[in-house]
Nanobody
Framework: VQLQASGGGLVQAGGSLRLSCAAS????????MGWFRQAPGKDREFVAA????????AYAASVKGRFTISRDNAENTVYLQMNSLKPEDTAVYYC??????????????WGRGTQVTVSN
C-alpha cells in the first residue's frame, strides 16, 4: 500500500483544514487507517483512526470534538477534517494503514507527511 497525504498548510487559529490521504496498491478497503502527527522536538502521537469498514472511529483526547476522520473506499481516500485549530495542532501529519484497527503507532504502512501550521 502506498499512501500520499495532502492538504496541509498555514491557517490562523480557529480555522479549518481538511487533510486527504490517497492510497494505492493492495485493497484499500481491507485496511484500517490512522492519522498521526509529530511536532518539532516531540514524539509522534496518535490523532485518529478509522476501521476498514468505517464503522468505528477513535480520537486522541486533544482533538476529540474538533477533528473528524472519514473514508471513501470507492475513492481509496481517508480524510481528516480539522476544525477550531489551535497553535498546538502545528505538526507534520502522517497517514498510515494497517490490517488491524488500533490507536498505537505500529502501523504497517506510512505515507509522507504534510505540514500543518496554525498561527496565533
Amino acid at each position: 500500500v502506498q499512501l500520499q497525504a495532502s492538504g496541509g498548510g498555514l491557517v490562523q487559529a480557529g480555522g479549518s483544514l481538511r487533510l486527504s490521504c490517497a492510497a494505492s496498491g493492495r485493497s484499500f478497503s481491507s485496511y484500517s487507517m490512522g492519522w498521526f502527527r509529530q511536532a518539532p522536538g516531540k514524539d509522534r502521537e496518535f490523532v485518529a483512526a478509522i476501521k476498514w469498514s468505517g464503522g468505528s472511529t477513535a480520537y486522541a483526547a486533544s482533538v476529540k470534538g474538533r477533528f473528524t476522520i472519514s473514508r471513501d473506499n470507492a475513492e481509496n481516500t481517508v480524510y481528516l477534517q480539522m476544525n477550531s485549530l489551535k497553535p498546538e495542532d502545528t505538526a507534520v501529519y502522517y497517514c498510515a494503514a494497517d490490517p488491524r484497527y488500533k490507536s498505537e503507532s505500529s502501523y504497517e504502512y506510512w505515507g509522507r507527511g504534510t505540514q500543518v501550521t496554525v498561527s496565533n
